[in-house]
């Protein structure tokens, strides 16, 4: 055979080994990736044998390495090769792998991916690197199958507490043990020095439903190799979705204590009566090139530019293709898997913008078949441009295309204090007095009124919320300054009493208004982080709560006490629908921008036949003339007494303390 002909006859034969030794389908594009439809990727464990399984129609070939130890500089003691079985790279192992580490990698175009975690680790080792085989039916604490969600109607009865883990408990006044730790938050009868309660009893003091915790799963930034180091952070640079953060443990090299553990904090919360709300970040990653999304399923998870690179709409780098099939069964998975092992009773979505409204809806039906009582909000906007076009993303605009989840409103958060990126800007609770008709629209949760102007609305022409139960009022959170904070740069000339009252003022409106209540952490006590606008890295002296603070401000952390459960006695404040507030809430026409006045008539299941609600921003005592008949004030600018703050009737005109919330009831008729 000449030369030619035998390169040639060699080259068929050679593509024609391949082709046969390399079954596997070529994909054009990620969009052909076919969808795997059952729910045990990961590790499946039994006494007797571990099954691993990976879906990564991108890998040429794909294996997982088992490790005694969580230390990244040694070596595996086994290796096993992965092989495609119904559409995922699969391994078992016929012994009992409880406690053994591992790692999955992959070939791609003829090279091997460096190690990762799977991204379907329910457990890991120190820093997250490696992740862990645990039997999760021996993390359970002793009476974890008796623990049951603490009743719950309806979500506008809900009134939300954010709060960090180690925020709570790591002031050395604080008077807990497991200081910074899951722990901290299930320890009952600690006090300050003074003697004030702090901690979980002073959750159940200020009588929230929900504590809402900052990112609590497995994150990069905090080494949990060196924690007696002095190290923050918010947590908002996700690692392992599945895996409880390690710092918040007592052990991080051991996956089942800080399983153990986050069980622990929820049992604890739920038998104090209290619901717990994660906050999670599913819209990027802390890594991008070498995340365990990309090393294991190559570009599958991550949205591109037309230029090939990663768009950034978190603005931290990257931001997750939601939209693809495997992505969003990955969330709804994740998702359903905190509400089925750890008990947890809602859901914070931070840019929750980024996410697609499919999938939104998607992981809602899921979750809201499991328990309709549920939780789920996030914050409607994003950080930065997204290629995924805007009516597809699960925007505050688009909210009423979502079903059961809530926005944030930032209409009412700027209009009670100012735009957050205008920090001299002053809001109604400040002085501003073009901002009522904005704050207006927050007092009816965003929904739609016969009596909001909304093209005078500072973010919002329109009512974005179906229902009050989409609408998440808010003053201050964890992020930009504390409300506090806020008021000593836009108000500097106002003296320390003057601003405690327009601080009051604020949270009053949040806590009376329609839709639901969000408070941020130690804001009952003036919370301040010294000016710190962006603490996510900055140190315990700045982010704990200091409890002695509570006994310094003991009348503003009873106000808010005593509002909350005003709030939760009468129904007038927490309707639950857009008809029904616009029968039962009627504003007083107003021409000041620094009052408003509203009445609550015969509101459903309500005692009192009317309420009346006057929120006076005027730095002067302000009158304010009432309906007809015989009143008595339950609220002021510093008191909430259901009973009557005098037992004097009032009738006709009345005075409005400067800077103050103020609410009547009309006494019956004999």
């Given at each position: 055979m000449?030369?030619?002909?035998q390169?040639?006859?060699?080259?068929?034969?050679?593509s024609?080994?391949?082709?046969?030794?390399?079954?596997r389908p070529?994909?054009d594009?990620?969009?052909?990736y076919p969808?795997?439809?059952?729910?045990d990727?990961?590790?499946?464990?039994?006494?007797?044998?571990?099954t691993?399984?990976?879906?990564?129609?991108?890998?040429?070939?794909?294996?997982?390495h088992?490790?005694?130890?969580?230390?990244?500089?040694?070596?595996?003691?086994?290796?096993?090769?992965?092989?495609i079985?119904?559409?995922?790279w699969?391994a078992?192992?016929?012994?009992?792998?409880?406690g053994?580490y591992?790692?999955?990698?992959?070939?791609r175009d003829?090279?091997?991916?460096?190690?990762?975690t799977?991204?379907?680790?329910?457990s890991a080792?120190?820093?997250?690197?490696?992740?862990?085989?645990?039997?999760?039916l021996?993390?359970?604490?002793?009476g974890?199958?008796a623990?049951r969600?603490p009743?719950f109607?309806?979500?506008?009865?809900?009134?939300?507490?954010?709060?960090?883990?180690?925020?709570v408990?790591?002031?050395?006044?604080?008077?807990i043990t497991?200081?910074?730790?899951?722990?901290?938050?299930?320890e009952?009868?600690?006090?300050?020095?003074?003697?004030?309660?702090?901690?979980l009893?002073?959750?159940?003091?200020?009588?929230?439903?929900h504590?809402?915790?900052?990112?609590s799963?497995?994150?990069?930034?905090?080494?949990e190799?060196?924690l007696d180091?002095a190290?923050?952070n918010?947590g908002?640079?996700?690692?392992?979705?599945n895996?409880?953060?390690?710092?918040y443990?007592?052990?991080?090299?051991?996956?089942?204590?800080?399983?153990r553990?986050?069980k622990?904090?929820?049992m604890?919360?739920?038998e104090?009566?209290i619901?717990v709300?994660m906050?999670?970040?599913?819209?990027h990653?802390?890594r991008?090139?070498?995340?365990?999304?990309?090393?294991?399923?190559?570009?599958?998870?991550?949205?591109?530019?037309?230029?090939?690179?990663?768009?950034?709409?978190?603005g931290?780098g990257?931001?997750?293709?939601?939209?693809?099939?495997?992505?969003?069964?990955?969330i709804?998975?994740?998702?359903?898997?905190?509400?089925?092992?750890?008990?947890?009773?809602?859901f914070?979505f931070d840019?929750?913008?980024?996410?697609?409204?499919?999938?939104?809806?998607?992981?809602?039906?899921t979750?809201?078949?499991?328990?309709?009582?549920?939780?789920?909000?996030g914050e409607?906007?994003t950080?930065g441009?997204?290629?995924?076009?805007?009516?597809?993303q699960?925007l505050?605009?688009n909210?009423?295309?979502l079903?059961?989840?809530?926005?944030?409103?930032d209409?009412v958060?700027?209009a009670?204090?100012?735009s957050?990126?205008?920090?001299?800007?002053?809001?109604?609770a400040s002085g501003?007095p073009?901002?009522?008709?904005?704050?207006?629209?927050?007092?009816?949760?965003?929904t739609?009124?016969?009596?909001?102007?909304?093209?005078?609305?500072?973010?919002?022409?329109?009512?974005?919320?179906?229902?009050?139960?989409?609408?998440?009022?808010?003053?201050s959170?964890?992020?930009?300054?504390?409300?506090w904070?806020?008021?000593?740069?836009?108000?500097?000339?106002?003296?320390i009493?003057?601003?405690?009252?327009?601080?009051?003022?604020a949270?009053?409106?949040?806590?009376?208004s329609?839709?639901?209540?969000?408070l941020?952490a130690?804001t009952e006590?003036?919370?301040?982080?010294?000016?710190?606008?962006?603490?996510?890295?900055?140190s315990?002296?700045?982010?704990?709560?200091?409890?002695?603070?509570?006994?310094?401000?003991?009348k503003t952390v009873a106000?808010?006490?005593?509002l909350i459960?005003?709030?939760?006695?009468?129904p007038?404040?927490r309707?639950?629908?857009t008809d029904?507030?616009a029968?039962?809430l009627?504003?007083?026409?107003?021409?000041?921008?620094?009052l408003?006045?509203y009445?609550?008539?015969?509101?459903?299941?309500?005692?009192w036949?009317?309420?009346?609600?006057?929120?006076?921003?005027?730095p002067?005592?302000?009158t304010?003339?009432?309906?007809?008949?015989?009143?008595?004030?339950?609220?002021?600018?510093?008191r909430?007494q259901?009973?009557g703050?005098s037992?004097r009737?009032?009738?006709?005109?009345?005075?409005?303390?400067?800077?103050?919330?103020?609410?009547?009831?009309?006494?019956?008729?004999?």
């Amino acid at each position: 055979m000449p030369a030619l002909y035998q390169i040639l006859f060699l080259t068929a034969l050679s593509s024609l080994f391949v082709t046969c030794s390399d079954p596997r389908p070529q994909y054009d594009t990620l969009e052909d990736y076919p969808v795997y439809p059952y729910a045990d990727l990961g590790v499946t464990y039994s006494t007797e044998r571990a099954t691993f399984k990976l879906w990564s129609p991108a890998a040429q070939e794909a294996r997982v390495h088992l490790y005694e130890d969580d230390a990244t500089t040694s070596d595996p003691y086994a290796t096993y090769d992965m092989d495609i079985l119904d559409g995922a790279w699969t391994a078992a192992v016929e012994e009992n792998l409880d406690g053994v580490y591992y790692t999955l990698q992959i070939k791609r175009d003829g090279r091997w991916l460096a190690e990762a975690t799977d991204i379907y680790a329910k457990s890991a080792g120190t820093n997250g690197m490696r992740g862990q085989i645990v039997n999760l039916l021996a993390t359970d604490p002793e009476g974890w199958e008796a623990d049951r969600r603490p009743p719950f109607s309806a979500p506008t009865d809900a009134v939300i507490y954010e709060l960090h883990v180690r925020d709570v408990s790591v002031d050395p006044n604080s008077g807990i043990t497991h200081k910074g730790k899951f722990l901290g938050l299930t320890e009952r009868g600690t006090t300050t020095p003074d003697g004030d309660t702090t901690g979980l009893d002073h959750l159940v003091e200020m009588g929230i439903t929900h504590v809402h915790l900052l990112p609590s799963f497995d994150f990069m930034s905090v080494d949990e190799a060196r924690l007696d180091s002095a190290q923050y952070n918010w947590g908002y640079d996700p690692q392992n979705y599945n895996v409880p953060e390690g710092s918040y443990s007592t052990d991080p090299s051991r996956g089942a204590v800080r399983i153990r553990e986050f069980k622990e904090m929820v049992m604890a919360l739920h038998e104090a009566g209290i619901r717990v709300v994660m906050d999670v970040v599913y819209n990027h990653t802390g890594r991008t090139d070498n995340s365990n999304f990309q090393l294991l399923v190559p570009d599958y998870f991550y949205r591109f530019n037309e230029d090939g690179t990663f768009s950034n709409a978190s603005g931290c780098g990257n931001e997750i293709a939601s939209e693809r099939p495997m992505v969003r069964k990955y969330i709804r998975e994740s998702v359903e898997y905190w509400v089925d092992e750890y008990h947890v009773d809602g859901f914070r979505f931070d840019l929750m913008g980024i996410h697609d409204i499919a999938t939104m809806n998607d992981i809602s039906e899921t979750i809201h078949g499991i328990d309709p009582s549920i939780l789920i909000y996030g914050e409607g906007w994003t950080a930065g441009d997204s290629p995924l076009p805007d009516s597809l993303q699960a925007l505050k605009k688009n909210t009423p295309r979502l079903q059961g989840i809530a926005a944030f409103s930032d209409d009412v958060r700027d209009a009670l204090k100012g735009s957050v990126f205008h920090h001299e800007e002053k809001g109604f609770a400040s002085g501003a007095p073009d901002m009522a008709e904005s704050v207006r629209f927050g007092i009816v949760g965003a929904t739609r009124h016969p009596q909001i102007a909304y093209d005078s609305v500072n973010y919002s022409h329109a009512p974005w919320a179906r229902e009050p139960a989409q609408c998440v009022n808010y003053v201050s959170c964890h992020d930009n300054h504390t409300l506090w904070d806020r008021l000593a740069i836009s108000n500097p000339r106002d003296g320390i009493a003057t601003r405690q009252r327009m601080h009051r003022l604020a949270l009053a409106t949040v806590l009376t208004s329609q839709g639901i209540p969000f408070l941020h952490a130690g804001t009952e006590m003036f919370r301040t982080k010294d000016g710190d606008e962006n603490s996510y890295q900055s140190s315990d002296a700045v982010n704990a709560i200091k409890w002695e603070d509570k006994g310094r401000h003991a009348k503003t952390v009873a106000y808010v006490r005593d509002l909350i459960a005003l709030r939760k006695e009468h129904p007038a404040f927490r309707m639950r629908g857009t008809d029904t507030i616009a029968r039962h809430l009627v504003f007083d026409d107003q021409e000041d921008g620094q009052l408003i006045a509203y009445r609550l008539q015969d509101a459903p299941g309500e005692d009192w036949s009317e309420i009346i609600v006057a929120l006076n921003a005027h730095p002067r005592t302000q009158t304010y003339e009432l309906p007809e008949g015989t009143w008595l004030q339950v609220v002021d600018g510093e008191r909430v007494q259901p009973a009557g703050l005098s037992d004097r009737p009032l009738e006709g005109t009345v005075s409005l303390s400067p800077i103050s919330a103020n609410v009547f009831y009309r006494i019956p008729s004999e």
